[in-house]
C-alpha cells in the first residue's frame, strides 16, 4: 500500500513540474445587446484568438440590453460567476464603480506608455473615466445624429442634398412633410426610454445636467428651458407624433416619416431594414448652440472584472485589442457607431476607405470632436433619476403639461433623488 | 378483524384505534414530507427572507446593509409612483378578469355543442396559452402599430381612426388588457371545457322532461349551477394570473407611457433589479403578497358560499 | 345541442367560432408571414402577408445558426421531463395523504398550498439567487429545476381528484394487506393518470415558456433554456432582427402544439376526472 501511495505522490509531483510553462489562459466575456453585437464580438475574439495563441476567449450568455448587463454584473460581483470582462454602457460606469466592481486601468496604461500612438487619445481615454480614474476602454461609442428620407423631402418641396442645420429649419420643413397626407408623419425624435436625446438638446445647447459640485439642479436653467422648447415646438406644430420608439422607427423604416433623430448606432439596422424602400440619408443633428453646443457619447466600454493577476495580463491584452483600432474596424462597418479610436478612423489599413465607400457614415463621424461624456447622476438613485426625467418629457409629448412645467417638475424630482450628503 | 375486536374488552379495542390511527398519521406524515420540506424550502423560507429585507436598506453590490424598520414602509406610503401602480394594477385585473372568463366559457359551450373540428378550434384557442408570452407580446407591438400595424389599418378600411394604443396613456391599458385577455381566455375555455363534459347527460334530459326547452334555460338550470366549482376555481385563477401581469409590461412598454401602465410586479422589478434598492423592492413585495392573500381570502368566502356541490 | 343538421343555431355557432378563430390565430399568421420576410420588406406601408423576397430558408437559417437551437430544444426538453418527474414524484403522495389519511395537519397543508399558488417566482428570486449562488449551484440543471420541483398547483389539483376517489378502492387494498407505499404506488398512480397527464400539459408549458428565472440563473450558453436563445436576436438600441426572431420562435413554439394537439383528449379527460365539478 504505501509504495503505491509513494509512487502517486511521485508521479503527482513530477506532473506538476512538467506541465508547460505556459498553460492556456481563458477568459469569459460577458457583453449586452447579441443581436446587435455577436457577429461583432464572435470576429474579434477569433482574430484576436490567432494573434494570441496562449489566451483563449469564451463567451457568457449575453444580455438584451444594457441595463439587463448592469444587473447581472451586479448579481455576479465577487461569485464564482462573475466573468473576466464585461462590456457596460456609458453611463453606468459610474454606478459600478461605486460598488468597487471594475479593476483601474491606471496602472495597466501607466505601464504600458504609449497609449496615444496605438489611437487611444486623451479625450479618447476620458470617455471611459469616472472622476479621473480610468474604469474601461471605451469600445463603441455614438452620438445622435439625424436621419431622413429624402424622398419625402424632396416631395415636400426640399432639397435633400442640403438639409436642414437648425432646428427650426427642420421643424418648416417636417411640417411640409406631413402636409403630404396619407399617414405620413413629420418627425420622430427618441425622447423614450432614457435621457440621451434630452442630453442632445441640453447639451447642444450648452447645458449641463447638474452644477459642477453636484449639488444643485441645472438642467432646468437658460440651456434647458431651449431644449424643451425644441420638443414643445415639434409637438405643437403637430409634426411629433405620440410613438413608442419601436413605433418611431419602424414607421420610418416603412417610410412613413420624414425625420428621424437617434443614435448613429442604429444605421447598419436602419440601412437593412429600409432596404430599398426609399433614399435614406444621414445628416449632422441640429445644435440649439452651433458655437458652444456638444453632444452626449452613448455607446459601451470594455472593462476588466477579473482579481486574478495572470487573468488581468490576459484581460488587458484582450481589452487594448477590442478598443483599439481593429476592434474599431469590426464595429463601425457593423453598427454605425463612431471609431472609438483615431487611428482607425484615418488609415487606410482600417476604415478609411470604409467611409469613402459609405458616406451614410460620416455623419456620425463629423460630430466627434463635439463629444462629451454621457453623464450619469450620482447617488443610488442613478438609474430612477433618468427615468424621471423620461417621464416629463413624456408630459410634454403628450401635451398633458407646459414644457417649463414639466421641466421644473422633473428638476424638483430629481433634488429629491440627489444624494443627501 | 370486525369480528376480532368485539370480543375484546372496551380499553383495548379503543386503544388498538388508538394506535391505528396513529399510524396512519405517521405515514401520512411520511408520505407528504419530501412536499412539506420543499415548500418549506423554495416558498416559506424565501417569502421570510424577503419579509426580513423589507425591513433593511440592502443594495444589490453593496455587501453591507442595515436595518431600517419600517421606514421602507414610510417611503412607499408616500411614494406617488406605487400608488399609481397599485391602481393600475386594480383597473387591469379587473378589465381582464370578467372578459377572460366570459370568453373562456362561451367559447367552451360553443366547442362543447360543435361536434366536428373540435381538436382543431381547442388547439386554435389555447396557443396563446402554449406561447411564449414575450415573443408573442412583440408581434402585438407591430399588429397595433398606430400607422403601420394590420389592427389599425383594418379599422381604417372601415373608416374609422385607430388609436395610439401602446403609445398614449389613456389607451395604454386597455391594449395591454386586450393582449392580456387573449393570452388568457383559453386556459379558462379548457378548464370550463372539463367542466363541461363532466356534467352528466341526463341531467340535461330530466331538465327537459320539466319542460325546459331553450337553450337558455338548459343553461340556467343545469349547466351554470352544474359549472359552479370549475367557475369558482378559474375566477381565483384568472383573478390571481392578472395580477400578477408582468411580461408584456416589460416587453411593450417598460411601465410608460409617464406610468400610465406600470403594474405592481414590474415596480417591485424595477425597484429590486434595476434600480438595485432589493430592501425597498422587498417591502413592496410583501404588500403585493398581502394584497393577493386578502384577494384570494375574499373570493372563497364570498363565492363558495354560492356555489352549489353535488 | 347535436351537431346533424346545418340549422341556423349551428351554422351560427360555426361563424362564431370561426370568426374568434380568426382573432385568436391573427397573431400567429402575422408571425408566420414574418417569418419569411427579409428585414427590409417587414415594416413597409402596405400590408401584404404573403412575403415578396422568400426568406424561410434564410431566416431559419439564421435561427438555427445564430444560437445553437438543438442544444436549446434539448435543454428544454431536459428541464421540463426533470420538473414534471419531481413535481408528480412529490405532489401525489402529499396529496393522497391529505385527501384519504388522516392526520392534523391535513388543513394546515391546505393553507400551505393556498400560499403556495398566490407566490410568482418573481417575489422569491432575489433570496433564492443568492441562496443557490452561496452553494455554487447555478448554471446547472439543479438550479433551473429544483424551485420548481413543488407545484402546489399540482398537489391541489391531484387532491380534488383523489377526493373524488371511492374509498372502498383503498379500503379493499389495505384489507388484501398492501402498505401505504405500495398502495399509493399500485393503486392511486394508475388511477391518477388522466390527472397527471392533465397537470403535465400545463407543466410543459409554463416551464418551457419560462423566461424570467432561466434569465437569472444561467450564464453559461451551455445551459441556456429556449427563451433565452431568443434574447439573441433582441437588440434594443439597434432594433430587433423580427425576421429571424419570428422564425425562432415558430421553432420553439412549435414542439408545444404538437404535444397539445396529440395528448388534447386525455388533457380534457383527465381535468374533468379531478373532480372540478365538485
Same mark, same amino acid.
Given at each position: 500500500?504505501?509504495?503505491?501511495?509513494?509512487?502517486?505522490?511521485?508521479?503527482?509531483?513530477?506532473?506538476?513540474?512538467?506541465?508547460?510553462?505556459?498553460?492556456?489562459?481563458?477568459?469569459?466575456?460577458?457583453?449586452?445587446?447579441?443581436?446587435?453585437?455577436?457577429?461583432?464580438?464572435?470576429?474579434?475574439?477569433?482574430?484576436?484568438?490567432?494573434?494570441?495563441?496562449?489566451?483563449?476567449?469564451?463567451?457568457?450568455?449575453?444580455?438584451?440590453? /444594457?441595463?439587463?448587463?448592469?444587473?447581472?454584473?451586479?448579481?455576479?460581483?465577487?461569485?464564482?460567476?462573475?466573468?473576466?470582462?464585461?462590456?457596460?454602457?456609458?453611463?453606468?460606469?459610474?454606478?459600478?464603480?461605486?460598488?468597487?466592481?471594475?479593476?483601474?486601468?491606471?496602472?495597466?496604461?501607466?505601464?504600458?506608455?504609449?497609449?496615444?500612438?496605438?489611437?487611444?487619445?486623451?479625450?479618447?481615454?476620458?470617455?471611459?473615466?469616472?472622476?479621473?480614474?480610468?474604469?474601461?476602454?471605451?469600445?463603441?461609442?455614438?452620438?445622435?445624429?439625424?436621419?431622413y428620407n429624402a424622398d419625402l423631402?424632396?416631395k415636400?418641396?426640399?432639397?435633400?442634398?442640403?438639409?436642414?442645420?437648425?432646428?427650426?429649419?427642420?421643424?418648416?420643413?417636417?411640417?411640409?412633410v406631413?402636409?403630404l397626407?396619407d399617414g405620413v408623419e413629420?418627425?420622430?425624435?427618441?425622447?423614450?426610454?432614457?435621457?440621451?436625446?434630452?442630453?442632445?438638446?441640453?447639451?447642444?445647447?450648452?447645458?449641463?445636467?447638474?452644477?459642477?459640485?453636484?449639488?444643485?439642479?441645472?438642467?432646468?436653467?437658460?440651456?434647458?428651458? !431651449?431644449?424643451?422648447?425644441?420638443?414643445?415646438?415639434?409637438?405643437?406644430?403637430?409634426?411629433?407624433?405620440?410613438?413608442?420608439?419601436?413605433?418611431?422607427?419602424q414607421a420610418f423604416f416603412a417610410g412613413k416619416v420624414g425625420?428621424e433623430?437617434?443614435?448613429?448606432?442604429?444605421?447598419?439596422?436602419?440601412?437593412?431594414n429600409v432596404g430599398d424602400k426609399f433614399d435614406l440619408?444621414?445628416?449632422?443633428?441640429?445644435?440649439?448652440?452651433?458655437?458652444?453646443?456638444?453632444?452626449?457619447?452613448?455607446?459601451?466600454?470594455?472593462?476588466?472584472?477579473?482579481?486574478?493577476?495572470?487573468?488581468?495580463?490576459?484581460?488587458?491584452?484582450?481589452? !487594448?485589442?477590442?478598443?483599439?483600432?481593429?476592434?474599431?474596424?469590426?464595429?463601425?462597418?457593423?453598427?454605425?457607431?463612431?471609431?472609438?479610436?483615431?487611428?482607425?478612423?484615418?488609415?487606410?489599413? /482600417?476604415?478609411?476607405?470604409? /467611409?469613402?465607400?459609405?458616406?451614410?457614415?460620416?455623419?456620425?463621424?463629423?460630430?466627434?470632436?463635439?463629444?462629451?461624456?454621457? /453623464?450619469?447622476?450620482?447617488?443610488?438613485?442613478?438609474? !430612477?433619476?433618468?427615468?424621471?426625467?423620461?417621464?416629463?418629457?413624456?408630459?410634454?409629448?403628450?401635451?398633458?403639461?407646459?414644457?417649463?412645467?414639466?421641466?421644473?417638475?422633473?428638476?424638483?424630482?430629481?433634488?429629491?433623488?440627489?444624494?443627501?450628503? | 378483524?370486525?369480528?376480532?375486536?368485539?370480543?375484546?374488552?372496551?380499553?383495548?379495542?379503543?386503544?388498538?384505534?388508538?394506535?391505528?390511527?396513529?399510524? @396512519?398519521?405517521?405515514?401520512?406524515?411520511?408520505?407528504?414530507?419530501?412536499?412539506?420540506?420543499?415548500?418549506?424550502?423554495?416558498?416559506?423560507?424565501?417569502?421570510?427572507?424577503?419579509?426580513?429585507?423589507?425591513?433593511?436598506?440592502? @443594495?444589490?453590490?453593496?455587501?453591507?446593509?442595515?436595518?431600517?424598520?419600517? @421606514?421602507?414602509?414610510? @417611503?412607499?406610503?408616500?411614494?406617488?409612483?406605487?400608488?399609481?401602480?397599485?391602481?393600475?394594477?386594480?383597473?387591469?385585473?379587473?378589465?381582464?378578469?370578467?372578459?377572460?372568463?366570459?370568453?373562456?366559457?362561451?367559447?367552451?359551450?360553443?366547442?362543447?355543442?360543435?361536434?366536428?373540428?373540435?381538436?382543431?378550434?381547442?388547439?386554435?384557442?389555447?396557443?396563446?396559452?402554449?406561447?411564449?408570452?414575450?415573443?408573442?407580446?412583440?408581434?402585438?407591438?407591430?399588429?397595433?402599430?398606430?400607422s403601420i400595424?394590420?389592427?389599425?389599418?383594418?379599422?381604417?378600411?372601415?373608416?374609422?381612426?385607430?388609436?395610439?394604443?401602446?403609445?398614449?396613456?389613456? #389607451?395604454?391599458?386597455?391594449?395591454?388588457?386586450?393582449?392580456?385577455?387573449?393570452?388568457?381566455?383559453?386556459?379558462?375555455?379548457?378548464?370550463?371545457?372539463?367542466?363541461?363534459?363532466?356534467?352528466?347527460?341526463?341531467?340535461?334530459?330530466?331538465?327537459?322532461?320539466?319542460?325546459?326547452?331553450?337553450?337558455?334555460?338548459?343553461?340556467?338550470?343545469?349547466?351554470?349551477?352544474?359549472?359552479?366549482?370549475? #367557475?369558482?376555481?378559474?375566477?381565483?385563477?384568472?383573478?390571481?394570473?392578472?395580477?400578477?401581469?408582468?411580461?408584456?409590461?416589460?416587453?411593450?412598454?417598460?411601465?410608460?407611457?409617464?406610468?400610465?401602465?406600470?403594474?405592481?410586479?414590474?415596480?417591485?422589478?424595477?425597484?429590486?433589479?434595476?434600480?438595485?434598492?432589493?430592501?425597498?423592492?422587498?417591502?413592496? #413585495?410583501?404588500?403585493?403578497?398581502?394584497?393577493?392573500?386578502?384577494?384570494?381570502?375574499?373570493?372563497?368566502?364570498?363565492?363558495?358560499?354560492?356555489?352549489?356541490?353535488? | 345541442?347535436?351537431?346533424?343538421?346545418?340549422?341556423?343555431?349551428?351554422?351560427?355557432?360555426?361563424?362564431?367560432?370561426?370568426?374568434?378563430?380568426?382573432?385568436?390565430?391573427?397573431?400567429?399568421?402575422?408571425?408566420?408571414?414574418?417569418?419569411?420576410?427579409?428585414?427590409s420588406?417587414?415594416f413597409s406601408s402596405s400590408?401584404?402577408?404573403?412575403?415578396? %423576397?422568400?426568406?424561410?430558408?434564410?431566416?431559419?437559417?439564421?435561427?438555427?445558426?445564430?444560437?445553437?437551437?438543438?442544444?436549446?430544444?434539448?435543454? $428544454?426538453?431536459?428541464?421540463?421531463?426533470?420538473?414534471?418527474?419531481?413535481?408528480?414524484?412529490?405532489?401525489?403522495?402529499?396529496?393522497?395523504?391529505?385527501?384519504?389519511?388522516?392526520?392534523?395537519?391535513?388543513?394546515?397543508?391546505?393553507?400551505?398550498?393556498?400560499?403556495?399558488?398566490?407566490?410568482?417566482?418573481?417575489? %422569491?428570486?432575489?433570496?433564492?439567487?443568492?441562496?443557490?449562488?452561496? *452553494?455554487?449551484? *447555478?448554471?446547472?440543471?439543479?438550479?433551473?429545476?429544483?424551485?420548481?420541483?413543488?407545484?402546489?398547483?399540482?398537489?391541489?389539483?391531484?387532491?380534488?381528484?383523489?377526493?373524488?376517489?371511492?374509498?372502498?378502492?383503498?379500503?379493499?387494498?389495505?384489507?388484501?394487506?398492501?402498505?401505504?407505499?405500495?398502495?399509493?404506488?399500485?393503486?392511486?398512480?394508475?388511477?391518477?393518470?388522466?390527472?397527471?397527464?392533465?397537470?403535465?400539459?400545463?407543466?410543459?408549458?409554463?416551464?418551457?415558456?419560462?423566461?424570467?428565472?432561466?434569465?437569472?440563473?444561467?450564464?453559461?450558453? %451551455?445551459?441556456?433554456?429556449?427563451?433565452?436563445?431568443?434574447?439573441?436576436?433582441?437588440?434594443?438600441?439597434?432594433?430587433?432582427?423580427? $425576421?429571424?426572431?419570428?422564425?425562432?420562435?415558430?421553432?420553439? %413554439?412549435?414542439?408545444?402544439?404538437?404535444?397539445?394537439?396529440?395528448?388534447?383528449?386525455?388533457?380534457?379527460?383527465?381535468?374533468?376526472?379531478?373532480?372540478?365539478?365538485?
Amino acid at each position: 500500500m504505501n509504495l503505491i501511495r509513494h509512487a502517486l505522490a511521485g508521479l503527482a509531483i513530477s506532473a506538476a513540474i512538467a506541465l508547460p510553462a505556459h498553460a492556456e489562459t481563458t477568459l469569459t466575456v460577458h457583453y449586452p445587446m447579441p443581436g446587435f453585437f455577436k457577429d461583432v464580438m464572435d470576429n474579434i475574439s477569433k482574430k484576436f484568438m490567432d494573434e494570441n495563441p496562449g489566451i483563449k476567449i469564451q463567451f457568457a450568455n449575453p444580455s438584451a440590453t /444594457y441595463e439587463e448587463g448592469i444587473q447581472t454584473i451586479m448579481r455576479q460581483a465577487g461569485t464564482a460567476e462573475m466573468p473576466d470582462l464585461t462590456f457596460i454602457g456609458l453611463n453606468r460606469l459610474r454606478m459600478v464603480n461605486e460598488r468597487d466592481i471594475p479593476v483601474d486601468l491606471g496602472p495597466f496604461i501607466k505601464a504600458d506608455g504609449n497609449m496615444a500612438q496605438q489611437g487611444f487619445s486623451d479625450t479618447i481615454l476620458k470617455l471611459a473615466q469616472v472622476n479621473g480614474k480610468q474604469v474601461g476602454l471605451a469600445f463603441a461609442t455614438s452620438n445622435p445624429i439625424m436621419y431622413y428620407n429624402a424622398d419625402l423631402v424632396r416631395k415636400a418641396g426640399g432639397n435633400p442634398d442640403v438639409p436642414p442645420t437648425s432646428w427650426d429649419e427642420v421643424i418648416a420643413l417636417a411640417a411640409k412633410v406631413k402636409a403630404l397626407g396619407d399617414g405620413v408623419e413629420g418627425i420622430d425624435f427618441r425622447w423614450q426610454g432614457d435621457d440621451w436625446m434630452f442630453s442632445g438638446l441640453l447639451f447642444g445647447a450648452g447645458g449641463t445636467m447638474l452644477s459642477a459640485d453636484e449639488k444643485t439642479v441645472t438642467f432646468n436653467d437658460e440651456a434647458g428651458k !431651449k431644449a424643451v422648447a425644441v420638443l414643445e415646438k415639434m409637438v405643437k406644430s403637430g409634426v411629433l407624433p405620440n410613438f413608442t420608439a419601436q413605433a418611431g422607427e419602424q414607421a420610418f423604416f416603412a417610410g412613413k416619416v420624414g425625420f428621424e433623430f437617434k443614435t448613429t448606432g442604429g444605421l447598419r439596422n436602419t440601412i437593412k431594414n429600409v432596404g430599398d424602400k426609399f433614399d435614406l440619408r444621414t445628416a449632422k443633428i441640429p445644435l440649439i448652440d452651433p458655437v458652444n453646443g456638444k453632444l452626449p457619447t452613448g455607446g459601451n466600454a470594455v472593462v476588466i472584472l477579473t482579481r486574478d493577476a495572470e487573468k488581468q495580463k490576459a484581460a488587458w491584452t484582450f481589452a !487594448k485589442f477590442a478598443a483599439g483600432p481593429y476592434g474599431a474596424s469590426v464595429v463601425v462597418p457593423g453598427t454605425g457607431y463612431v471609431p472609438n479610436n483615431e487611428l482607425a478612423a484615418k488609415s487606410p489599413d /482600417y476604415l478609411g476607405n470604409f /467611409y469613402k465607400e459609405n458616406p451614410l457614415f460620416l455623419a456620425g463621424l463629423s460630430q466627434m470632436d463635439r463629444m462629451i461624456p454621457w /453623464y450619469s447622476f450620482p447617488g443610488s438613485n442613478g438609474v !430612477k433619476v433618468t427615468q424621471t426625467i423620461v417621464e416629463n418629457l413624456s408630459r410634454i409629448v403628450e401635451q398633458k403639461a407646459g414644457a417649463n412645467e414639466a421641466l421644473d417638475d422633473a428638476a424638483a424630482e430629481v433634488k429629491k433623488l440627489l444624494p443627501r450628503k | 378483524m370486525a369480528e376480532a375486536a368485539v370480543s375484546f374488552p372496551l380499553t383495548t379495542a379503543r386503544e388498538g384505534q388508538r394506535r391505528a390511527a396513529a399510524r @396512519e398519521a405517521r405515514i401520512a406524515w411520511l408520505l407528504a414530507a419530501p412536499a412539506l420540506v420543499l415548500i418549506t424550502l423554495f416558498i416559506i423560507l424565501p417569502v421570510v427572507a424577503v419579509v426580513v429585507l423589507g425591513f433593511t436598506d440592502f @443594495e444589490l453590490g453593496y455587501d453591507e446593509f442595515r436595518f431600517v424598520g419600517f @421606514e421602507n414602509y414610510a @417611503e412607499l406610503l408616500s411614494d406617488r409612483g406605487f400608488r399609481i401602480s397599485l391602481w393600475n394594477t386594480m383597473v387591469y385585473a379587473a378589465s381582464v378578469t370578467p372578459f377572460s372568463i366570459l370568453i373562456g366559457l362561451g367559447v367552451a359551450l360553443l366547442i362543447e355543442g360543435e361536434t366536428r373540428g373540435r381538436a382543431f378550434f381547442r388547439t386554435v384557442y389555447f396557443l396563446p396559452v402554449a406561447s411564449l408570452l414575450v415573443a408573442m407580446a412583440t408581434v402585438w407591438q407591430y399588429m397595433l402599430h398606430p400607422s403601420i400595424g394590420p389592427v389599425n389599418m383594418v379599422l381604417a378600411f372601415f373608416g374609422i381612426a385607430g388609436p395610439n394604443w401602446l403609445g398614449s396613456s389613456d #389607451t395604454v391599458i386597455p391594449s395591454l388588457a386586450l393582449i392580456g385577455i387573449w393570452q388568457s381566455a383559453g386556459f379558462n375555455m379548457v378548464l370550463f371545457l372539463a367542466g363541461l363534459t363532466a356534467i352528466p347527460r341526463e341531467l340535461y334530459a330530466a331538465a327537459e322532461v320539466d319542460g325546459a326547452r331553450s337553450g337558455l334555460d338548459r343553461f340556467r338550470l343545469v349547466t351554470w349551477p352544474m359549472l359552479g366549482p370549475t #367557475t369558482l376555481f378559474v375566477v381565483v385563477i384568472s383573478v390571481i394570473n392578472s395580477v400578477k401581469v408582468f411580461e408584456t409590461v416589460k416587453t411593450l412598454t417598460e411601465g410608460g407611457p409617464n406610468k400610465a401602465s406600470e403594474v405592481l410586479l414590474f415596480t417591485i422589478y424595477q425597484e429590486g433589479f434595476v434600480y438595485l434598492r432589493v430592501g425597498y423592492a422587498s417591502a413592496m #413585495t410583501v404588500i403585493f403578497l398581502a394584497i393577493l392573500v386578502v384577494l384570494m381570502f375574499l373570493q372563497y368566502r364570498v363565492l363558495d358560499r354560492q356555489v352549489h356541490y353535488s | 345541442m347535436n351537431g346533424h343538421s346545418l340549422s341556423p343555431a349551428r351554422l351560427l355557432r360555426f361563424a362564431l367560432l370561426s370568426f374568434g378563430v380568426l382573432i385568436f390565430a391573427a397573431p400567429y399568421i402575422f408571425m408566420i408571414s414574418t417569418a419569411g420576410k427579409s428585414q427590409s420588406e417587414i415594416f413597409s406601408s402596405s400590408l401584404s402577408l404573403i412575403p415578396q %423576397t422568400w426568406s424561410y430558408g434564410a431566416n431559419i437559417a439564421k435561427a438555427f445558426t445564430r444560437v445553437s437551437m438543438p442544444a436549446l430544444l434539448l435543454n $428544454g426538453a431536459i428541464v421540463c421531463a426533470l420538473i414534471l418527474f419531481f413535481q408528480v414524484l412529490v405532489a401525489i403522495p402529499c396529496a393522497y395523504a391529505t385527501a384519504k389519511l388522516k392526520f392534523r395537519a391535513a388543513r394546515a397543508m391546505m393553507a400551505l398550498v393556498m400560499l403556495g399558488l398566490l407566490v410568482p417566482i418573481h417575489a %422569491t428570486a432575489l433570496p433564492l439567487y443568492v441562496a443557490f449562488d452561496r *452553494l455554487s449551484v *447555478l448554471n446547472s440543471y439543479f438550479a433551473l429545476v429544483a424551485p420548481f420541483s413543488i407545484s402546489v398547483f399540482a398537489i391541489f389539483l391531484f387532491l380534488q381528484f383523489f377526493r373524488a376517489l371511492p374509498d372502498d378502492l383503498i379500503h379493499a387494498a389495505r384489507l388484501d394487506g398492501m402498505s401505504e407505499a405500495s398502495i399509493v404506488a399500485r393503486v392511486i398512480v394508475p388511477n391518477a393518470w388522466p390527472a397527471v397527464t392533465a397537470f403535465s400539459i400545463f407543466s410543459v408549458v409554463a416551464h418551457w415558456n419560462d423566461l424570467f428565472w432561466p434569465l437569472i440563473v444561467v450564464t453559461n450558453q %451551455t445551459y441556456a433554456t429556449p427563451p433565452l436563445g431568443l434574447l439573441y436576436f433582441r437588440a434594443a438600441e439597434a432594433g430587433d432582427d423580427y $425576421g429571424a426572431l419570428m422564425a425562432a420562435t415558430l421553432i420553439i %413554439t412549435l414542439p408545444l402544439v404538437l404535444a397539445f394537439l396529440l395528448a388534447q383528449k386525455r388533457f380534457i379527460e383527465g381535468i374533468t376526472m379531478t373532480g372540478l365539478k365538485g
